[in-house]
């Protein structure tokens, strides 16, 4: 039983039976007639798979021609999110291809990637961006290809027991400007005012989005559990408007359309500092308006809320969302605490000398043809090591936040081992069109095979010799991973989380 099943337990019979799923009819009073017919209808059909494409690895639109003829995919954009495609047909699952275990895409409920679409991005080079809620991180990953991965995202999320997912999105993302941290976002205001150019809160909430799925069940929620939310919610969102700079922004979303969690929330924000912030009109990045409410009840919004988004089913077949654009027009005056520290060199990390970083750089242009310094100069990353392994660092990261302590930070290059240095399948799969040499093209027949983590036997070794790391490919020059090549047999290095 979940923490939040047990705590509406505990408040007694009374409390319990208030217990509440709001269904459509909770919304009567802001729609019309047509708009919820149209809304009931909407909720009757299933909600049709969508991905996100990962440019950081691939040409979206190249690479989309490519899986829907390889597939027999048929596809619809996401309207509101270049990158975003509902898969409307696919004859097999979209989760089972190559091309989602490595990284090309992230399978999204559409109605998510809309928060990341309503930032500015033209306002900042090498932003820093905070995530404060971040788990299970898709949302992360649409921040760091928004950034070009060069600026930094911190992804941070109170709950430690999910850290390791986070970590595992963000690997497999590619993404080497982020680190993951693990603190209550409350927090980050008094530890860091004015210091984010934005700040994402994808706020934990009811999930009241009237859509009830595999991963979001719908559930009952008692009146003082809502309330208690409301609570966190507007202490999540206060601290993220004290964390980002004047002049910078703030998304508010959440997964759930009950007022209380939406628009009273921020209308909290508002109440509480007065005349510094804004909330922005985001509906140019929609065809079909989605306003904020006026009131709710006996409560009236200040008129500017219903320039944020509420995103009904039935508009553009997602579930049930809120978002919301806010500007931090001027500092605000509020003590400071000292946040947590800790000493880079605790965490048994160590800078590579020049010498090192020279002599993995010639490794790695000899064996592949891959420039890694140009890599590292442009995503502005430096090299340290830890025992064998390297890893590349945001420097962004250290300029900034040098003491922070961090549960993961940057991408894993490799391991140094005794003959030579292994480079690591994420980093391999983010640079990949980068490695020019030492490609190995798999036989056909053979890559179901591979496929499911099994070594290839009867090969050649096509010129290399024997224990050398090869990036195999299959005959269109399409990735699937590392191998090591041994006599007559082609070792499958693929991670064991992606067989």
């Given amino acids: 039983m979940s923490r939040r099943k047990n705590k509406a337990n505990r408040s007694g019979t009374n409390a319990s039976l208030k217990n509440v799923v709001d269904g459509p009819e909770k919304y009567l ?64 699952p979209i989760s089972q291809t190559i091309e989602h275990r490595l990284g090309f895409y992230y399978i999204q409920d559409a109605a998510s990637m809309l928060p990341v679409e309503l930032f500015n991005w033209q306002a900042a080079d090498r932003p820093l961006l905070l995530d404060m809620a971040a788990s299970p991180g898709g949302k992360t990953t649409h921040l760091v290809s928004k950034t070009g991965d060069q600026g930094l995202v911190m992804a941070n999320d109170s709950s430690h027991s999910r850290m390791t997912a986070l970590r595992l999105v963000l690997q497999t993302w590619g993404a080497a400007n982020s680190v993951v941290t693990s603190f209550p976002g ?136 809120f978002a919301a654009l806010i500007t931090k027009l001027e500092s605000i005056n509020l ?33 592949f043809g891959y420039d890694l310094s140009a890599s590292l100069e442009i995503h502005n990353l430096s090299l340290w090591k830890r025992g064998p392994a390297i890893f590349a660092i945001p420097n962004l990261f250290l300029q900034h936040f040098p003491d922070f302590p961090f549960e993961a930070a940057g991408l894993l290059l490799g391991e140094q081992t005794s003959r030579d240095f292994q480079v690591s399948h994420e980093w391999v799969a983010r640079f990949d069109p980068l490695f020019k040499l030492g490609r190995y093209c798999l036989p056909e027949e053979t890559i179901p095979a591979w496929l499911r983590g099994e070594d290839i036997h009867g090969l050649s070794s096509a010129g290399f010799s024997p224990g050398r790391m090869v990036i195999v490919v299959d005959r269109q020059g399409r990735l699937l991973g590392r191998g090591k090549l041994q006599v007559q047999r082609l070792k499958n290095l693929l991670p064991h989380r992606l067989v």
């Avoid at 919820?36 to 798979?49: F, G, I, T």
């Avoid at 003590?335 to 002599?359: F, I, Y």
């Fill in 29 to 92: 009073p802001f729609l019309s007639g047509e708009d919820y017919a149209r809304l009931e209808a909407s909720l009757q059909k299933p909600l049709e798979p969508a991905l996100r494409i990962n440019p950081l690895k691939v040409n979206p639109h190249i690479a989309l021609e490519d899986w829907k003829t390889r597939y027999a995919w048929q596809v619809r954009n996401v309207p509101y999110c270049e990158t975003g495609w509902w898969v409307t047909h696919s004859p097999t």
């Fill in 186 to 321: 409350e927090k980050f205001g008094d530890w860091f005012p004015d210091t984010f150019d934005q700040v994402l809160l994808d706020a934990p909430c009811s999930m009241h989005n009237l859509r009830s799925t595999e991963s979001h069940p719908v559930r009952s929620i008692s009146d003082k559990e809502r309330a208690s939310l409301a609570v966190r919610q507007a202490r999540l969102l206060a601290s993220a408007f004290v964390t980002v700079k004047p002049g910078g922004q703030v998304v508010y979303s959440t997964c759930t359309l009950a007022p209380e969690e939406d628009e009273a929330v921020l209308q909290a924000l508002l109440d509480r500092f007065p005349g510094v912030g804004r909330v922005e009109n985001v509906h140019r990045h929609l065809p079909v308006p989605a306003p904020g409410l006026s009131s709710y009840g006996s409560k009236i919004f200040e008129p500017e809320l219903q320039q944020a988004v509420r995103l009904w089913p039935h508009l553009y077949d997602t579930s049930g969302f």
């Fill in 335 to 367: 003590p400071v605490q000292s946040s947590p520290a800790r000493l880079l060199e605790r965490t048994g990390l160590e800078r590579l000398s020049d010498w090192e970083e020279n002599l993995l750089e010639r490794q790695l242009l000899d064996q």
